[in-house]
Structure formats: structure tokens, C-alpha cells
């Protein structure tokens, strides 16, 4: 039996740096991401580090973009004996939106490749939606 508190000595003084924590599940910075336009496309590369392709979906609805990621604790037998003393690795579901007002959504692409998703979102032809409307 220790008489001294296990954060004593401020071992834990920077797990909130990057900003609030959701309790018990992943940091709203878990899905950092690059949005650029490139030959007439826009292009994201989100960083998804300890996922895999079988547990990322995307969907796209009337020009919102939404990728999600979701890991589930695996837990068996031999991890019933661990005690842990830190448990940092989390389990749950990250997910990021965008929205587009000029996208093909029928023709969206992606890839993912050492814990990088790249996705390519053709845009579409703009359609001038601007109406005047006669005031009577």
C-alpha cells in the first residue's frame, strides 16, 4: 500500500493539453486533417492512426461528408489477469463532417494506407441557385 497518490508528482500534467477530453473516449483531435483543391477536386488526407479500412465508414448526404471511424475493446481471457496501471489506448467512435455545395457525390474516392485516409471528392458543375424574387 503506497501512501502516495499516483499523480503526485504531476506525471499526468499534460494529458489535457491538446484540449478537452470526451470522458473515456477519444480526443476531439483524433482525426486531423489537410483539406485542399487540386485538378478541379477537393482532397482530404485525415490522419487515422490504430484503425483499420474495416473500421472506417463514409457517407456522403446532400453535400455532407461524413467520415467516421469505430474501434471496439477487444477484450479476452488474458485480459481479464491484466491490472493495469495506465490505460491510455481508447475504444469508441471519432467522426468528422464536411460540407461541399459542388460535389459528384457518385464519383467520391478513397484510400487508406498506413493509418492515412485520402479521399478525392470530384466537384461538380455550380448551378446558379440565385433567385430574385419579385416583391408584389
Do not use: H, W
Amino acid at each position: 500500500m503506497s501512501l502516495i497518490p499516483r499523480n503526485f508528482y504531476l506525471d499526468d500534467i499534460f494529458d489535457d493539453f491538446e484540449g478537452p477530453r470526451v470522458p473515456r473516449g477519444p480526443r476531439v483531435n483524433d482525426m486531423k486533417c489537410d483539406v485542399y483543391e487540386k485538378d478541379g477536386n477537393y482532397n482530404i488526407e485525415m490522419d487515422i492512426p490504430g484503425y483499420e479500412k474495416k473500421d472506417i465508414k463514409i457517407e456522403c448526404e446532400d453535400g455532407l461528408l461524413t467520415i467516421t471511424a469505430e474501434k471496439s475493446s477487444e477484450v479476452n481471457d488474458e485480459d481479464e489477469e491484466k491490472k493495469y496501471i495506465r490505460r491510455e489506448r481508447v475504444y469508441g467512435k471519432v467522426s468528422r463532417s464536411f460540407s461541399f455545395s459542388d460535389i459528384d457525390d457518385e464519383a467520391i474516392k478513397a484510400e487508406f494506407k498506413d493509418g492515412i485516409l485520402k479521399v478525392v471528392v470530384p466537384k461538380s458543375e455550380k448551378v446558379d441557385s440565385k433567385k430574385v424574387i419579385e416583391i408584389q
